[in-house]
């Protein structure tokens, strides 16, 4: 069972559109993680949200942390060809220590 | 630059073979981790450890065994590869940080097939 869910599964746009990503859960995390992954590499951390109601921006990419701190969304603006990977959210909690729960992931495409 | 080294991009092993799947990382992290990688599945935790010596279930630890002898290296081994242990596999290491799990240093990853 994947106690997170990862929405859409797969994305594919065209460059300089905006896209969405979503991560939900039942459960309250201390924190949660975005990593992107490119192909033949593995994940690599993009953010890592802690508070409730939190909104972190990097460059063209808005990451939010939902109030109740179980859901969280990605949204990129005016997407490029070097967005493109497989978006990963990853939640912490402090009674489970080194378990990240992983979501299953979006894979974004964009083409030129 | 940091870095998590996987000692086997690719690797095909038959049915009943026993397989060792090494990691080292340069970074002095306390902590190291295992998962498989499965699409649709997202990264499933095997094992992790947070200490030389000490290691802990993840949440799929069954048919797997690991080793940390040495603090920068950490061991994936199976006793006798069957084919559903067909994966991506990804070694992880991250510093302590108490409560937190921390960022997640990841290698390249070892994609192993087993016929």
């Known amino acids: 069972t994947q106690l997170l869910e990862q929405s859409p599964q797969f994305l594919s746009i065209q460059e300089g559109e905006n896209l969405t990503v979503y991560c939900n859960s039942s459960s309250v995390f201390s924190s949660l993680q975005w990593y992107r992954q490119e192909p033949g590499e593995g994940p690599v951390l993009l953010v890592t949200v802690v508070t409730g109601g939190e909104v972190k921006k990097l460059k063209r990419l808005t990451f939010q942390f939902g109030d109740a701190r179980k859901d969280s969304s990605l949204h990129i603006t005016a997407a490029q060809p070097g967005d493109t990977g497989l978006y990963l959210c990853a939640g912490d909690t402090t009674d489970s220590w080194g378990k990240l729960q992983f979501g299953a992931g979006t894979q974004v495409v964009v083409t030129p | 630059d940091v870095k998590v080294t996987q000692s086997s991009r690719y690797l095909v092993k038959r049915t009943g073979e026993k397989v060792f799947l090494e990691c080292v990382q340069d970074?002095?992290?306390?902590?190291m981790f295992w998962y498989r990688q499965d699409p649709g599945l997202g990264l499933r935790l095997i094992y992790f450890?947070?200490?030389?010596?000490?290691?802990e279930k993840g949440d799929i630890p069954e048919g797997y065994s690991v080793s940390r002898e040495k603090k920068e290296r950490f061991s994936l081994i199976l006793e006798s590869a069957s084919t559903n242990q067909t994966s991506m596999y990804l070694c992880a290491s991250s510093t302590y940080r108490g409560t937190d799990t921390g960022e997640l240093f990841f290698g390249e990853g070892s994609r192993l097939t087993v016929l």
């Open positions: 970074m002095d992290h306390e902590n």
């Open positions: 450890s947070y200490d030389v010596k000490m290691k």
